[in-house]
Structures are given as structure tokens and as C-alpha cells.
């Protein structure tokens, strides 16, 4: 591990929800990953947490249906002390092209908001966007959306490994300045090679940090 730095050590899946009063207990912050079906989220939630097959992943498109909450073990070494505290990662169905009926999409636009309108836990979404393709409209309203929610925003641009590091690098700054977002505020991340692992989470725990949001354990 490197020195000073936060690491997942320990991943396991809770609880599926739909309801509040679903939503594990005990409390812990909570850091939700969300995006559009098919962008790669459940190989990116394995890859953060160095462990295969946490989250399911599937060829089919829209397959996640409720809110799943996985339990996340973090810890940093320093010069003093080993530092150790536990959040949740929830993970969140896909927006777009969801392969289900109307009246379960409305279903589950419905539990969807009342989770990022109301949890009192919620100190981070990690909106995912698929670095290879052009700002869709459903990307722009979901990060619409998060902002009016009040609610603090990572991007994350999956995939990156599909493209030269030029062409990447290029891809980055252009979602930056699409959205207005600070250097700090956007990732992109490789899967098959995940340089960016530890520095993507220690944003993470940064924000945890700042919000004064996690138990630090010596």
C-alpha cells in the first residue's frame, strides 16, 4: 500500500433496497455510483475494489434494479498510525436504455429520487460517462439533476483504455469544460489498467474527509 494513501482492503455486498426503511444499518456515509446502462459500472466498482464478480456484471443493459449497497473497508498508513474506517458504495440502476416496461422505468425513477433527494448519508455521486462518446442529453440531465439535488459530483469516464492517451487526454478536457468542472472533479479510468485506482479513491476519501463524514479508526 502506498504510504499516506487510502486503499480498499475489504468489499462486501449488504442489502438490496427499493424503500428507506430498506437502507442498512448501521449508518455510514454513503458514496453512490450512477450512469447510463451498459457504461461499465459494475467492472469499474470490481476494479476499485479489487475483487471480481462483487458486482455483477452483465451484457444486458439496464439488469440492475434496485439500490445495492455494498459495505467498503478503507485504510492508510502514515508515519504515526494505520488509520481505518468503512463506508457504503451504492450502486445505482442504470439511466437510458433500460430494457424493462414502462411502468417499472417510472418505478424506478421513483425510488432513484427519493434516495439522492433524501439520504441523509449521501456525501458523493460518482456519475459515470463512457469516455468514447460524445455528452449524451440523459448525461447532462442526470449531472442536471444531481446539482439541483445538492449534491457533490465526480465524473468518472469509463473506458479509457479504449482509446489512444492523447485521444483520452483530449476526451477529458473535453467533458471538463462541457460541464464546468474542476480538474479534481472528473477521472478518467481504465479497467484492464487502473493507474488511476488509488488516486480516484482518495478523492473519494478526500470528500468523505472534508465533510467530516467517516470515523477514522487507529
Not at 504515526?80 to 437510458?96: C, I, K
Not at 456525501?123 to 445538492?150: F, P, T
Request: aromatic share 10%.
Amino acid at each position: 500500500m502506498t504510504k499516506e494513501h487510502w486503499d480498499i482492503i475489504r468489499a462486501e455486498f449488504i442489502t438490496s433496497a427499493v424503500r428507506a426503511d430498506q437502507y442498512p444499518k448501521p449508518y455510514l456515509p454513503e458514496v453512490a455510483f450512477i450512469g447510463r446502462s451498459n457504461v461499465g459500472k459494475s467492472s469499474l466498482i470490481n476494479s476499485v475494489c479489487r475483487r471480481n464478480g462483487l458486482a455483477r456484471v452483465s451484457s444486458t443493459p439496464g439488469k440492475t434494479q434496485t439500490l445495492n449497497f455494498y459495505r467498503l473497508d478503507a485504510k492508510r498508513k502514515t508515519e504515526e498510525a494505520e488509520d481505518r474506517t468503512q463506508f457504503y458504495l451504492v450502486d445505482l440502476p442504470g439511466y437510458g436504455f433500460a430494457r424493462t416496461n414502462q411502468k417499472n422505468k417510472e418505478q424506478w425513477s421513483g425510488f432513484i429520487r427519493n434516495y439522492l433527494e433524501d439520504a441523509p448519508n449521501l456525501a458523493l455521486v460518482c456519475q459515470l460517462i463512457d469516455i468514447r462518446h460524445k455528452l449524451m442529453d440523459s448525461d447532462i440531465e442526470a449531472y442536471n439533476w444531481l446539482m439541483e439535488c445538492g449534491l457533490k459530483v465526480h465524473v468518472v469516464l469509463t473506458k479509457a483504455d479504449k482509446l489512444s492517451k492523447n485521444a483520452a487526454m483530449s476526451q477529458l478536457s473535453f467533458f471538463r469544460k462541457s460541464l464546468g468542472i474542476a480538474p479534481e472533479q472528473i477521472t478518467a479510468y481504465s479497467v484492464p489498467q487502473p493507474v488511476m485506482r488509488l488516486e480516484f479513491i482518495n478523492q473519494i476519501m478526500n470528500v468523505l474527509e472534508d465533510r467530516s463524514e467517516i470515523n477514522v479508526e487507529i
